[in-house]
């Protein structure tokens, strides 16, 4: 079973608009984190932003922030006052496990293509 | 600061040919990741290192391929013999083993297997 979701193959935003990513997980672990990477035309991969199972609030930084619903699973980016060099591959990833017992593995999804147009 | 350090950036080699790449950690960071990336299986764990020892090398694919991290800031990831199955992006990751142990990327080593 796939642990990540990540059900938009690709998506387009107006520049200056919001936009939300969707990723759903399965873990059945209760300590885990939650991680958005972006990875432009150029191939790298560049962090966003993180959430930890245990964390209270959404996770922000600068324009993105994340909605975590525990309940759901789901833990969606959202991109706020888009701008064109916000078109690329995003991909959502999870770590399971606790960061006291050493770093674990990060599992990733499929990966939303954003297109931002002018 | 500098961040993860790979190379080369782009290797073109022939079947049956070795190929090694090479990674960087950032400085600091204890634990090492290898990731593949094609089109077809998208992004992939072949192998980490924690504290130098591989803990999981479960993704590696076959015999062909071996990876070793001698010391803190250096490891490497072998493929003898090569095959074109192998072309895809080789991504070495690196994290320091505490919350939350955000991965940081190299800019990958583009493999191509004539």
């Known amino acids: 079973a796939q642990k990540i979701t990540q059900t938009q193959p690709g998506m387009f935003v107006q520049e200056k608009e919001a936009v939300t990513l969707d990723c759903t997980y399965d873990?059945?672990?209760?300590?885990?984190?939650l991680f958005w990477y972006k990875q432009p035309s150029s191939g790298e991969m560049i962090f966003l932003i993180y959430?930890?199972?245990?964390?209270?609030q959404n996770a922000t930084e600068g324009r993105y922030s994340l909605n975590f619903q525990k309940a759901r699973k789901s833990a969606n980016l959202v991109i706020s006052a888009s701008q064109l060099g916000d078109s690329a591959m995003y991909f959502c990833?999870?770590?399971?496990?606790?960061?006291?017992?050493?770093?674990?593995?990060?599992?990733f999804g499929k990966g939303t293509k954003l297109t931002v147009n002018p | 600061d500098a961040g993860v350090i790979q190379s080369p950036r782009h290797e073109v080699t022939e079947m049956g040919q070795e190929v090694t790449l090479r990674c960087k950690p950032i400085?600091?960071?204890?634990?090492l990741f290898w990731y593949r990336q094609t089109m077809m299986r998208g992004l992939e764990l072949l192998i980490y290192?924690?504290?130098?020892?591989?803990?999981?090398d479960s993704g590696m694919p076959e015999d062909r391929f071996s990876a070793k991290m001698p010391n803190a800031s250096f490891s490497t990831l072998k493929i003898q013999p090569s095959e074109p199955r192998d072309s895809a992006v080789y991504f070495c990751?690196?994290?320091?083993?505490?919350?939350?142990?955000?991965?940081?990327f190299g800019p990958g080593t583009r493999l191509t297997v004539l």
């Open positions: 990751a690196s994290s320091f083993w505490g919350a939350p142990d955000t991965q940081y």
């Open positions: 873990t059945s672990d209760p300590s885990y984190g």
């Open positions: 959430q930890g199972s245990y964390d209270q």
């Open positions: 990833a999870m770590r399971e496990g606790s960061t006291q017992g050493g770093s674990e593995k990060l599992v």
């Open positions: 400085s600091g960071h204890n634990s």
């Open positions: 290192f924690n504290n130098n020892v591989p803990i999981d």
